[in-house]
């Protein structure tokens, strides 16, 4: 079956880095799509980032533009999320999602399967 695991998430202070890592399993990896997106506390599901099935491109919500990198590892089943700058607003729960496509989706129900999540917290 097809499952979604995120690692890497933690405390980190303003200013900081982390990178989160979502490790795909149950289906073909290199053939869809993938996105971020997160959940802050009292707020709804906010896209972030997404990533063609071969990599070739790759887009950003306007928030982390220029601070969040995505990129994938198709020969290890890898997604990745390279966050620098991090700000207290960037504190969320982050998922990661499989697109029904090769190309990025841009509705919640275009995407199939979600992880679990792995909490990002940005405090000094």
């Known amino acids: 079956q097809v499952q979604l695991v995120e690692s890497g998430g933690g405390l980190a202070p303003p200013g900081g880095s982390l990178r989160l890592s979502c490790a795909a399993s149950g289906f073909t990896f290199s053939s869809y799509a993938m996105s971020w997106a997160r959940q802050a506390p009292g707020k709804g599901l906010e896209w972030v980032s997404g990533?063609?099935?071969?990599?070739?491109?790759?887009y950003y919500a306007d928030s982390v533009k220029g601070r969040f990198t995505i990129s994938r590892d198709n020969a290890k089943n890898t997604l990745y999320l390279q966050m620098n700058s991090l700000k207290p607003e960037d504190t969320a729960l982050y998922f990661c999602?499989?697109?029904?496509?090769?190309?990025?989706?841009?509705?919640?129900?275009?995407?199939?399967?979600w992880g679990q999540g792995t909490q990002v917290t940005v405090s000094s």
């Open positions: 990533i063609y099935a071969d990599g070739s491109d790759t």
């Open positions: 999602a499989k697109s029904l496509w090769t190309v990025v989706a841009g509705r919640s129900d275009e995407y199939d399967y």
